[in-house]
């Protein structure tokens, strides 16, 4: 999913080796004994301050402030693959007033220009991730010019977005221009929730539980259709495996109720998966700016969480087979009831009676992933991110990401709704920057974009500077 991009650092003499996220959405250098708190949105991270030389890029900073992490919030840092993370945006939101690692090694003249720059690689089959250059630019990694906005607020790598349109469509998203900040840190495109659910809506991404809901109505609805007529009513969905049994009626699943679940195991198992794999990028994002849900959850058990998911599923279930029922007494055909079965799907995405509302943002993760159908990448539109009055363009292939759930590849979007404090705003991470080589000038203050050029062949790559 080209989820996380790291490089090496060393602290200390002789240097100790750590992989780190080169991270312009923050303007910290920590890694995995004075004391600090750092709060994220989900929780602090909290450790000692230390003192030492850092070796980066080739570069040998002298005294540098770092922090040796040890409580971490959320689930950024599960199986993570790095260390911690090296800050590379503006003293202004550097916490325990330490100096940010660039603006000490310009300090320290160690660099030939005020800047650095970043170029992705996009391809998640290749080891080489890409190339960051300090003080510098390699006009290798670009095409054409670059296009300079400037910094609006030195805290974040912060600049007016032009507006956000797809070609054809009226999709309300950063209409007159907002607030953006280019992130580095960040694995997607995050903005506020209404605005990325229009757009998710436009291309046609659903909900993961919808789009796999509709694909097991598929499934199903023939079998249920023959079940109604060989059994109450109410036992149906107990026999599909959607209901508990009844205290003191414990009877052995029958044969179909068995396939039922060698069917619904593997399509839990690719939700979960996705589901998992986005909550890590999505936890990363809300962490780093805080998040407010759109609807006020209380906290439950475990067990209180999954006694909701049965509860609705049972529910769902029910309901679909009293509309079936009703359906063949009214004659209509499988293909209908299909179709109306499958808009029912639709409802977990928008919750359905209030009473359910929180029961199904436990279930659902409301405001999770949004998933595509892989085959109809082609035909799904381009979107503009108007930058510098020039429009930057994002296919399909470069917005949506290719999770692998289950041996199988899921497409989900690359948009996240985030609804920060400070918002409304926009947050240009990988998914945008992957595509657009950037030239971060601390000088200048200001942001250059170009198009990215093709990966160069990593033999030829500078080690310090990789990814």
């Known amino acids: 999913m080209d989820a996380q991009y790291y490089g090496p650092i060393g602290l200390g003499t002789p240097a100790q080796r750590f992989y780190v996220i080169f991270d312009t959405g923050s303007s910290n250098l920590w890694k995995n004994g004075t004391e600090f708190e750092i709060q994220y949105g989900t929780g602090s991270l909290s450790g000692y301050l230390s003192s030492d030389k850092l070796s980066w890029g080739g570069l040998a900073i002298e005294d540098q402030l770092f922090a040796e992490a040890v409580s971490e919030p959320g689930l950024t840092f599960v199986a993570a693959k790095f260390d911690g993370i090296l800050g590379m945006g503006f003293p202004l939101i550097a916490v325990t007033g330490a100096t940010p690692p660039f603006h000490k090694a310009l300090d320290q003249g160690l660099l030939a220009a005020p800047l650095f720059s970043f170029w992705l690689n996009r391809d998640p089959s290749s080891s080489y991730g890409g190339e960051m250059i300090l003080g510098g630019i390699d006009d290798s990694h670009y095409t054409g010019e670059h296009t300079w906005v400037p910094v609006t607020r030195e805290a974040y790598w912060q600049f007016q977005l032009g507006d956000i349109s797809i070609p054809g469509l009226e999709v309300p998203a950063c209409d007159g221009g907002c607030p953006a900040i280019a992130d580095t840190g960040t694995s997607l495109l995050a903005g506020p929730s209404t605005e990325v659910a229009a757009i998710n809506k436009a291309i046609g991404a659903e909900s993961a539980y919808s ?24 036992q149906v969905c107990t026999s599909v495996g959607l209901c508990p049994m009844a205290s003191g009626n414990r009877r052995l699943m029958s044969a179909f109720s068995s396939a039922a679940h060698s069917m619904l195991d593997p399509f839990l198992s690719r939700v979960e998966g996705v589901q998992g794999t986005w909550a890590k990028a999505a ?14 959850r209380h906290s439950s058990s475990s067990s209180s969480s999954s006694s909701a998911s049965n509860n609705i599923g049972c529910d769902f279930c029910n309901m679909a087979v009293e509309y079936i029922k009703l359906a063949l007494h009214n004659n209509q055909t499988l293909e209908q009831i299909e179709q109306e079965v499958e808009a029912l799907c639709d409802m977990l995405d928008f ?9 199904l943002c436990d279930m659902l993760d409301f405001g999770g992933p949004a998933m595509v159908q892989c085959a109809k990448l082609k035909a799904m539109p381009t979107i503009s991110f108007t930058v510098g009055g020039r429009e930057f363009m994002l296919t399909p292939e470069q917005y949506v990401l290719r999770i692998d759930a289950g041996g199988e590849s899921q497409c989900v979007s690359g948009f996240l709704g985030l609804d920060v404090p400070v918002g409304p705003l926009w947050i240009l991470g990988d998914v945008f920057i992957g595509a657009y080589h950037t030239v971060f000038d601390v000088g200048g203050s200001r942001i250059g974009f170009a198009d990215a050029a093709a990966g160069p062949d990593p033999s030829v790559a500078k080690p310090q500077a990789t990814l």
């Open 211 to 234: 789009l796999q809901c509709k694909t097991l109505v598929q499934d199903y609805v023939p079998q249920i259709i023959q079940m109604i007529s060989q059994m109450p009513l109410d």
């Open 283 to 296: 936890d990363a994002v809300r962490s780093r700016y805080g998040h407010q849900p759109l609807l006020k």
């Open 351 to 359: 919750g359905g009676p209030a009473m359910e509302v929180e029961a």
